[in-house]
């Protein structure tokens, strides 16, 4: 077949995507209203027939960008011949069009997930939850097709491509935009189940119990995008830190900041009947942010490192975005009266009290992020310039936040739902406060005086403590109520509860990335200096010295490094080699630095420069406990997962309901 | 060959999705769009909240984070929200209060139970 034929067929199932969610649309809507079981069938298959022609789709293109058919403008914009063959597959999120074709990919095989697993269960949210996932569908073939077309050929057949851009070319860029669009997309099927219970006015126990693991899913996957994406900054960006409020780092984590609110604050709605309106709008605010976080990344309003294409999509997502909020907006208030809270507050000392607070705190973070991150947009409307809001201006707002965040996590584990003693609460504050005391006078004696860095030490091992000791209660509990052995009440406390203490491992994972995160921000130390062969530069510990200058060729770049030999207090302890290498396809240099890592710290080496002479200009820095950051993320993940696992109390609870609902309207 | 590849993906795709409404009567019942039983008070899902809420209060006084009067208060204001509720879904199964009826005395403590209760409400004793 003619590569113009392929091309075709690749619009046509756009085309037919399109077509077919349009269709789902009207026919899960009329299958609702007119009360069709045929149609709800009929639209349901074409959820189905959706994944399949975006997964043909995916296909086509990944065929197009693997065998280098150079014809395909977005294969000549995003390989060329002598790239690896791994960045040539994820060349399919390197670019816009590729890129708004894998979001649409992923959602259509998340609408088929939604419906397998409700196979064979009766759930009348089902028809507006496939409706609203139609729609978004709908919204972005419109996109493929009329704006931002993958199939589009060039009038002639280019010798070579372009290449993926080198920054790209790394295996943390293979993996993270994976995870952040996972996480981007999989927030449509909590916001969707959300909307489908304001339609059908069924607001109470159901929806929020069987979005809860979809939720997670999505909030684990931005987590792991989070993380990528700091990893990759740390090890291919080349500046010594992982984190630098780019405006596409805070679109992650602005949908992050309010996802994260809501899975506290439907906890609440889920054990009280409380916080119902809050808890929808916190679901709409995360899934409208993942949409913003897609176009920021993918249109360029905002310059960034990561913008790298600039089209006129703007007016096309504020559209969506307009139109998604008024609905839900509309439907809100017609819900209203539905949506009165069932409980009070019992006490201020509560978990209940604490959690209000907290979503507050991450809704403020997220506020003042957004704000400074469209800060630029909006004065190019009013004053006609960009104007950039800087790093300082977020640490500034966000440091006290987050130690605000911080401390509030050990309050609130202290603290009980619904009411707590003040005699009692004294009691479970003093060891904890004692420890974070004894930290801080620790430390200062060994001889850190910086005041912010105390603080936020001492309030770390303030909730790791109070962790630790709620494991510690609650395994004793458990070992006086059911006569278990150590062993067996440690996992049965995990196992009989495992939101709670999947939880709590979270926040251990949350408390160790605070510590590496305090360490590399506030302890950091660097140096730059020009060498000659043999000559050496000094650094807290560690003496490099400088041997020669080796250049080698890679497939697709010419590599310079330096030769170093590291010495720890005067003994040899490793040889390392920082990079540069330059891309003569995309004319572009990049930095690859030499990072040694240890529990203590990290030793972060960049070849800045070398001349004609043979001498090189080092940069050398030196990263405290960073090393726990990325230790924290992964504790994290591990406690999300247990959170994850499926609970058979709560589904059998949720299948007594149903069956008594099915029951009753027998 | 272009021409025939588009016309086969068109009427696969028209076939797969419009399958089922050229047999309406297999799919009428099967998926089902008829909603479950109204619950506009939310009654099965506030009694699955109670009975949380109640697991959980043991827990918390277990692990010292409740005071004991305080405990004894909020058990007994859930236990009784508990029985409201249950009693407000007995009037929505008519059935089940029929089957109610049956009787039958406990082994031990001789108090009257009905038949599908497994424990004595007043003793404990199994049934």
């Not at chain 1, 045929?38 to 990944?62: D, M, N, P, Q, R």
């Not at chain 1, 999120?93 to 649409?104: A, D, N, P, R």
């Not at chain 1, 059908?200 to 119990?209: K, Q």
């Not at chain 2, 909603?35 to 010292?64: C, M, S, W």
Request: contains cysteine.
């Amino acid at each position: 077949m003619a590569l113009a034929q392929i091309a075709e067929v690749g619009n046509l199932t756009l085309a037919l995507g399109l077509a077919v969610s349009v269709y789902v649309i009207v026919a899960a809507l009329f299958s609702q209203f007119k009360q069709r079981g045929e149609f709800f069938a009929s639209a349901k298959h074409g959820i189905y027939v959706v994944a399949a022609l975006a997964t043909l789709a995916v296909a086509i293109l990944e065929w197009a960008l693997i065998t280098h058919q150079f014809r395909f403008e977005y294969v000549a914009n995003h390989v060329s011949s002598d790239q690896p063959l791994l960045y040539t597959i994820s060349a399919l999120w390197g670019g816009q069009e590729g890129s708004l074709l894998f979001w649409v990919w992923l959602l259509s095989l998340f609408g088929a997930a939604v419906l397998i697993q409700h196979l064979g269960q009766r759930n009348h949210l089902i028809p507006w939850v496939i409706a609203f996932i139609a729609f978004t569908e709908a919204f972005f073939f419109s996109l493929l097709i009329f704006i931002s077309g993958p199939f589009v050929l060039l009038a002639q057949t280019p010798v070579e491509g372009i290449g993926l851009n080198p920054l790209l070319q790394d295996p943390g860029m293979f993996i993270h935009p994976v995870t952040q669009y996972l996480g981007y997309v999989g927030f449509t099927v909590p916001f969707a189940f959300a909307l489908a219970a304001l339609v059908s006015g069924d607001l109470g126990y159901d929806w929020i119990r069987t979005t809860r693991r979809w939720a997670l899913f999505a909030w684990l996957f931005l987590s792991l995008g989070l993380l990528f994406g700091m990893r990759w900054a740390y090890v291919e960006l080349g500046w010594g830190g992982y984190w630098g409020w780019d405006p596409v780092e805070n679109a992650a984590l602005i949908p992050w900041l309010t996802g994260t609110a809501y899975l506290h604050s439907v906890m609440i709605q889920e054990k009280r009947g409380m916080l119902k309106v809050w808890n929808l709008v916190l679901i709409m605010l995360t899934f409208l942010l993942s949409i913003l976080g897609t176009f920021i990344t993918r249109s360029g309003v905002i310059q960034s490192v990561h913008a790298f294409g600039v089209s006129s999509m703007g007016p096309l997502f504020l559209a969506y975005i307009a139109a998604v909020l008024l609905v839900f907006a509309y439907l809100l208030y017609l819900r209203l009266d539905k949506l009165q809270e069932e409980n009070r507050l019992d006490s201020l000392w509560s978990r209940e009290a604490t959690f209000l607070l907290n979503n507050l705190i991450f809704l403020g973070a997220a506020v003042a992020t957004l704000w400074g991150t469209i800060f630029p947009m909006i004065s190019e409307i009013v004053v006609g310039k960009q104007i950039t809001v800087a790093a300082p201006f977020f640490n500034q707002v966000n440091g006290p936040i987050f130690l605000a965040l911080v401390l509030l996590m050990g309050v609130c584990t202290l603290i009980g739902w619904r009411r707590a003693s003040p005699q009692h609460l004294v009691r479970n504050f003093l060891p904890p406060f004692a420890v974070s005391i004894v930290t801080a006078v620790v430390l200062f004696v060994g001889g850190l005086y910086d005041v912010y860095g105390l603080i936020a030490f001492a309030a770390s091992a303030f909730v790791l403590t109070t962790v630790f000791l709620e494991f510690f209660r609650g395994t004793r509990a458990r070992m006086r109520m059911y006569k278990e052995n150590v062993a067996v009440a440690h996992v049965q406390l995990v196992n009989k509860n495992r939101r709670r203490y999947g939880g709590y491992i979270v926040h251990i994972g949350v408390m160790l990335a605070v510590i590496g995160i305090v360490g590399s921000s506030f302890f950091q130390s660097s140096l730059q200096q020009n060498l000659a062969p043999g000559e050496e530069a000094t650094l807290g510990p560690y003496t490099i010295q400088f041997q020669k200058l080796l250049m080698t060729r890679e497939s697709n770049a010419q590599v310079i490094g330096a030769d170093l030999i590291v010495f720890e207090n005067g003994k040899q302890i490793d040889t390392m080699r920082p990079q540069k290498a330059y891309y003569p396809a995309a004319d572009q240099m990049t930095t690859e630095v030499a990072v040694r890592t240890t529990a203590r710290d990290d030793l972060y080496l960049i070849l800045a420069g070398w001349n004609d002479d043979g001498s090189a200009t080092l940069k050398v820095i030196i990263n405290p406990l960073v090393v726990w950051l990325w230790i924290g993320f992964i504790v994290f993940i591990i406690g999300t997962l247990v959170t994850m696992l499926p609970d058979p109390r709560e589904a059998k609870a949720r299948a007594r309901v149903r069956a008594e609902r099915v029951l009753v309207s027998a | 060959m272009e021409i025939f590849i588009i016309l086969s993906l068109v009427v696969v795709v028209i076939l797969l999705v419009g399958y089922p409404l050229v047999n309406p009567l297999k799919y009428q019942e099967a998926h089902g769009t008829r909603p479950l039983a109204r619950d506009d008070n939310d009654l099965y899902g506030k009694r699955e909240i109670v009975f949380e809420a109640l697991r959980d209060l043991q827990f918390e006084f277990a692990t010292g984070k409740l005071a004991a009067s305080d405990y004894a208060q909020m058990k007994a204001t859930y236990e009784l929200q508990a029985a409201q509720i249950l009693q407000q879904i007995d009037a929505l199964q008519p059935n089940k209060s029929k089957n109610a009826q049956a009787v039958r005395a406990c082994p031990r403590c001789h108090t009257n139970m009905s038949a599908q209760d497994k424990f004595c409400t007043k003793c404990g004793a199994k049934l």
